[in-house]
Each structure stands twice: as structure tokens, then as C-alpha cells.
């Protein structure tokens, strides 16, 4: 499934959100590939969850934070090493080195190993490889367990178990809404 008629899809975004930038656009274009062949339902939570996760910049971002704050919460001697060794951290500085980042933020030295990038941590900045790692983790379950299919289409607030918790989940919900009005006005199919 892809758009028919971008310039539909563009234009309802637009009236939802306001204008967009040349880098929101470029960042949606890029789910928009990794999406092909996503239902609608999936397609929408997916950009709605990159909508929110990316403060609505549409570019993979950095965990807010520096070398203090993740050698605490991601080192094996920091404050929580069952979450280090969960996330694969073996090493001191693996903390700041497997920070979160990217579309929905991956994190830790064993998820950036699934994707293949755990020599290139930062890769996961790359518009189309966050975008690859969205749509792998989030029709996979790679993130929480939960994945797409267990919840859509139907249920868009507790879809956010995908990625967090219910954490925000009516927002994210209601985001998925209008991203899905904006991709059947562009024919996704």
C-alpha cells in the first residue's frame, strides 16, 4: 500500500497540523517507504508515534540527556543494572553509547545489535533507517512485546503499548485519526 495522490495526503496533513517544513515533509516521506504495504490503521499510528516521539519534527532525534544522566540510567553500574543487562549494556559508557535515538527512540547495545548498527549507533539518526527500525519493531513487537496486529485497526489508544506503556495514548490516538483522514484522502492502497 502507498499513496495514489500525495498532494491529497500533504494538504489534509497541513490542515490538521499547519504548515510543514522541508525537513517534516522529507521525515514523513521516509516513513511513508518503510510503511509500503502497511494497512491504513498501521500506517497512521506509525506516523502519529513518529509525530509525537520526534516533538512533530519527523527527524530521529537523541534521548534527552548527557553522559551523566545515561551512565546512571543505562551503565551496569548505574543506578538500575537489571535495566542495563536487559538492554545488553555490558560495558561502562555503553549507557551514553546506546542512548535512545531515532523515530522511537531504540536503546541499548542489544537493540541496536537486532538492527545491525551497534558499531554505528548513530545510523539510527538516518531518516530511513529509523523509519526501517519503526516499522521492524512496531509490526514485530521488538519494542514491548506488543505489535501492531494485536491492537489494529480498532484500537488506537491501547496501540501505544507498542511503544510505551499507555503513556500519552489518547493524544497519540487522536493523531493516528487525523493521519489516517490524511491517508485515505491520498488513496493510500
Given at each position: ?8 495526503f500533504f ?11 522541508t ?7 521516509a ?26 519534527t519527523?527527524?530521529?532525534?537523541k ?5 551523566a ?12 543494572p ?6 545488553g ?6 549507557g ?42 512496531m ?5 514491548t512485546?506488543?505489535?501492531l496486529?494485536?491492537?489494529l485497526?480498532?484500537?488506537?489508544a ?16 487522536n ?8 491517508l ?6
Amino acid at each position: 500500500m502507498s499513496l495514489s495522490t500525495a498532494a491529497a495526503f500533504f494538504s489534509e496533513v497541513r490542515v490538521e497540523h499547519g504548515p510543514l517544513n522541508t525537513r517534516q515533509v522529507e521525515g514523513l516521506n521516509a516513513l511513508l517507504i518503510a510503511m509500503e504495504g502497511w494497512p491504513v490503521s498501521w500506517a497512521a499510528y506509525g506516523l502519529a508515534t513518529a509525530w509525537h516521539e520526534t516533538a512533530a519534527t519527523m527527524q530521529p532525534i537523541k534521548e534527552f540527556g548527557g553522559p551523566a544522566y545515561f551512565k546512571k540510567m543505562y551503565d551496569p553500574k548505574g543506578s538500575n543494572p537489571k535495566l542495563a543487562a536487559r538492554l545488553g549494556n555490558k560495558f561502562e559508557g555503553d549507557g551514553a553509547r546506546y542512548a535512545g535515538r531515532g523515530y522511537v527512540q531504540l536503546t541499548g547495545r542489544a537493540n541496536y545489535a537486532k538492527y545491525g548498527i551497534a558499531d554505528t549507533p548513530d545510523d539510527a539518526m538516518k531518516p530511513d533507517v529509523a523509519a526501517r527500525i519503526l516499522v521492524d519493531g512496531m509490526s514485530k513487537g521488538v519494542f514491548t512485546g506488543k505489535k501492531l496486529a494485536d491492537y489494529l485497526p480498532g484500537d488506537y489508544a491501547n496501540a501505544r503499548r507498542i511503544i510505551n506503556g499507555t503513556d500519552r495514548a489518547a493524544h497519540i490516538a487522536n493523531l493516528a485519526i487525523g493521519f489516517e483522514d490524511a491517508l485515505t484522502a491520498g488513496g493510500w492502497a
